[in-house]
């Protein structure tokens, strides 16, 4: 059976690269009412050429919340457990940002511009309303909009090789989850070394949307000889680099700290933030689950639609599978999701419950092995 074919309309926001992106893509889905292409020639062969080469993505997707004012900073220290007391201009800082009951609402790279500027560079759900209610509710005194700012990325290992021809500032300078503001060809961007890949790249940042077509065309001129493609992210990647997915591998229904998310902040920052008291009990009493690597042998399996349920072995312990497909380069399946807290052992058997049969497999740490 064919999958529907996706209809364009208004209602979906327009990607200022979009006249480019869609051409050869053969599959796409709606993030952020905007359309993101997710295979171009396969999923498989995607992935390869992102380890190998150069590929050019459209993240229009990736769509900005910006916070400015005299209380910009302390709002968006408001909005997360991460410490950002001292990010500085031309930093990034990857944030979960959570709701009363610790519920993920969403995980942005926060793009410090000015001490009273910031851009929420989110995933997909609408932020913008809901940090629009908290500003106003608590009163603080600043102004949230969408500054219809767009991302375009370049991931792979021939990223730094590509952009370098068309910027003069040395890239060397630009330090990971740093970013720089700066032209190419008389275009404004802010360019910063961040990606959703685990092969390194940049995201730039595009405020004139008059100018998408161009800039691409400039970036696509500037990969000749570098065998670069149109791409998207990549499944079988981002499960391999442990990229978690939000509305996939969490939700409002989880917290940060039995998603893992806890790496990315300590409890106790000085700033108060909504959903302290709801992080802090779950903190001492420790998560029910956690968020694992799983390692399935044997055929491909299908990425699940929802989710797949789990049992661990020799308990009467249960989660689910959030994640999973195929490593075409580790030869077995790969999959990410949730185990009761005190099952989570490299090593540890788990059966998953596919809806074309039940596989088994094991918790695996983050090199993809068996044993920590």
């Given at each position: 059976?064919?999958?529907?074919?996706?209809?364009?309309?208004?209602r979906?926001?327009?990607?200022?690269f979009?006249?480019r992106?869609h051409?050869g893509?053969?599959a796409?889905?709606v993030?952020?009412?905007?359309v993101?292409?997710?295979?171009?020639a396969?999923?498989?062969?995607d992935?390869?050429?992102?380890r190998?080469?150069v590929?050019?993505?459209?993240?229009?997707?990736?769509?900005q919340?910006?916070?400015?004012g005299?209380?910009?900073h302390?709002l968006?220290?408001?909005l997360?457990?991460?410490d950002l007391?001292?990010?500085v201009p031309g930093?990034?800082?990857?944030?979960?940002?959570?709701d009363?009951?610790?519920?993920?609402v969403n995980d942005p790279?926060?793009?410090?511009?000015a001490?009273d500027?910031?851009?929420?560079s989110i995933?997909?759900t609408d932020?913008?309303?809901?940090?629009?209610g908290?500003a106003?509710g608590?009163?603080?005194?600043?102004?949230?909009?969408d500054?219809?700012?767009?991302?375009v990325?370049?991931?792979?290992?021939?990223?730094?090789?590509?952009?370098s021809r068309?910027i003069a500032?040395?890239?060397?300078?630009?330090r990971?989850?740093?970013?720089?503001e700066?032209h190419?060809?008389?275009?404004?961007?802010v360019?910063a070394?961040t990606g959703?890949?685990?092969q390194g790249g940049?995201e730039l940042?595009?405020a004139?949307t008059?100018?998408?077509?161009?800039?691409?065309?400039?970036?696509v001129?500037?990969g000749e000889?570098?065998?670069?493609?149109?791409g998207c992210?990549?499944?079988?990647?981002r499960?391999e680099t442990?990229?978690?997915?939000?509305?996939?591998?969490?939700t409002?229904?989880?917290n940060?700290?039995?998603a893992?998310?806890d790496r990315?902040?300590?409890?106790?920052?000085?700033?108060d933030?909504?959903?302290?008291?709801?992080?802090?009990?779950?903190?001492?009493a420790?998560p029910?689950r956690?968020m694992?690597r799983?390692v399935?042998e044997?055929?491909?399996?299908?990425?699940p639609?929802?989710?797949?349920p789990?049992?661990v072995?020799?308990?009467?312990g249960?989660?689910?599978?959030?994640?999973i497909?195929?490593?075409p380069?580790?030869?077995f399946n790969v999959?990410?999701?949730?185990?009761p807290?005190?099952t989570?052992?490299?090593?540890?058997?788990?059966?998953?419950?596919?809806?074309?049969?039940?596989?088994?497999g094991?918790?695996a740490?983050?090199d993809?092995?068996?044993?920590?």
């Amino acid at each position: 059976m064919s999958s529907p074919v996706l209809s364009l309309s208004r209602r979906l926001r327009k990607s200022p690269f979009e006249s480019r992106s869609h051409v050869g893509a053969k599959a796409a889905s709606v993030y952020n009412h905007v359309v993101l292409p997710t295979a171009y020639a396969s999923l498989e062969e995607d992935y390869w050429h992102l380890r190998e080469h150069v590929q050019i993505w459209d993240v229009a997707c990736q769509v900005q919340v910006q916070v400015q004012g005299p209380d910009a900073h302390k709002l968006v220290e408001y909005l997360t457990p991460r410490d950002l007391s001292k990010i500085v201009p031309g930093q990034c800082v990857y944030a979960p940002l959570i709701d009363e009951k610790a519920g993920i609402v969403n995980d942005p790279i926060i793009l410090c511009l000015a001490p009273d500027r910031f851009w929420l560079s989110i995933s997909d759900t609408d932020v913008l309303l809901w940090v629009k209610g908290l500003a106003i509710g608590a009163g603080f005194d600043v102004e949230v909009a969408d500054p219809n700012v767009f991302p375009v990325s370049l991931q792979g290992p021939q990223s730094e090789t590509l952009l370098s021809r068309l910027i003069a500032e040395p890239l060397s300078d630009i330090r990971f989850f740093r970013f720089i503001e700066t032209h190419i060809d008389g275009i404004p961007l802010v360019v910063a070394r961040t990606g959703w890949s685990g092969q390194g790249g940049f995201e730039l940042y595009l405020a004139d949307t008059n100018e998408g077509e161009r800039l691409w065309d400039l970036l696509v001129d500037a990969g000749e000889g570098l065998n670069l493609r149109s791409g998207c992210p990549n499944l079988i990647d981002r499960i391999e680099t442990g990229l978690l997915s939000h509305g996939n591998d969490m939700t409002l229904n989880n917290n940060p700290i039995e998603a893992g998310l806890d790496r990315f902040f300590k409890m106790g920052k000085a700033a108060d933030y909504l959903g302290r008291e709801a992080l802090e009990r779950i903190a001492s009493a420790g998560p029910d689950r956690r968020m694992v690597r799983m390692v399935v042998e044997g055929d491909a399996i299908a990425n699940p639609r929802e989710t797949y349920p789990l049992t661990v072995a020799d308990t009467q312990g249960c989660g689910c599978v959030t994640s999973i497909t195929f490593s075409p380069r580790l030869g077995f399946n790969v999959g990410l999701g949730y185990v009761p807290a005190d099952t989570t052992a490299a090593g540890t058997a788990i059966t998953i419950y596919t809806p074309t049969g039940t596989v088994t497999g094991h918790i695996a740490n983050n090199d993809w092995q068996t044993a920590d």
